[in-house]
């Protein structure tokens, strides 16, 4: 089920999500309606704020050639999409600075320093214990969609300059979305 995709302005991109304690049939639900949504938005990543939900589970599918050649190996052992239950990011590295958008931020992008590679922590689908260091794109995502999960969005990572020049665009997804 494609599920609605909240925007700017609304609390609950605001809320910190909540651990999963146990992979019900609810939560396998969640994540399917979730990779569903993400997909037919054309998006690379999906929190779980970003579908109303404060569970802390987020999905990732980088297409293969939309990584940059050197990470296209180095992530390969990762599985797409990737799952990631109760993420945290324990280790970081590096530094990238890309073009980053948000299905919560609809034609919004903009140049974004993030850590060019990550090492994260989360549990599978089947409850399975992980770790994975990620590269490129995929150690963007992990980072974008983590900051969802802790209420953190793209225009915080924003500078003050990038801001002021789509104040408007900020505005008017506050006025339409805002409680
Ligand atoms: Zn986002």
């Given at each position: ?5 909240t ?7 605001r809320?910190?999500s909540q651990p ?6 609810e ?8 990779l ?13 704020e970003q579908?109303g ?5 987020c999905?990732i599918d980088i ?6 050649a ?6 390969a ?9 109760n993420?945290e ?19 919004i992008?903009?140049?974004i ?9 989360y ?10 260091t990620v ?7 992990v980072?974008?969609?983590t900051?969802h999960?802790d ?6 990572r924003?500078s003050?300059?990038?801001?002021m ?12 979305f805002?409680?």
């Amino acid at each position: 089920m494609i599920l609605t995709i909240t925007k700017y302005g609304q609390a609950v991109l605001r809320q910190k999500s909540q651990p999963v304690t146990e992979v019900t049939d609810e939560i396998r639900t969640l994540v399917s309606n979730m990779l569903e949504t993400m997909y037919a938005a054309k998006g690379v990543g999906l929190a779980a704020e970003q579908v109303g939900r404060t569970e802390r589970i987020c999905v990732i599918d980088i297409p293969k050639d939309a990584e940059k050649a050197p990470y296209r190996e180095t992530n390969a052992g990762v599985k797409m999409p990737m799952v990631l239950i109760n993420p945290e990011i324990i280790a970081k590295e590096g530094r990238q600075r890309n073009e980053e958008g948000c299905l919560s931020f609809p034609d919004i992008g903009v140049p974004i320093t993030r850590a060019n590679q990550v090492t994260v922590r989360y549990q599978d689908l089947d409850g399975n214990e992980r770790t994975d260091t990620v590269y490129g794109l995929l150690a963007r995502a992990v980072q974008h969609e983590t900051d969802h999960l802790d209420g953190v969005l793209l225009v915080d990572r924003m500078s003050s300059l990038q801001k002021m020049s789509i104040a408007g665009q900020l505005r008017r997804l506050q006025q339409a979305f805002g409680a």
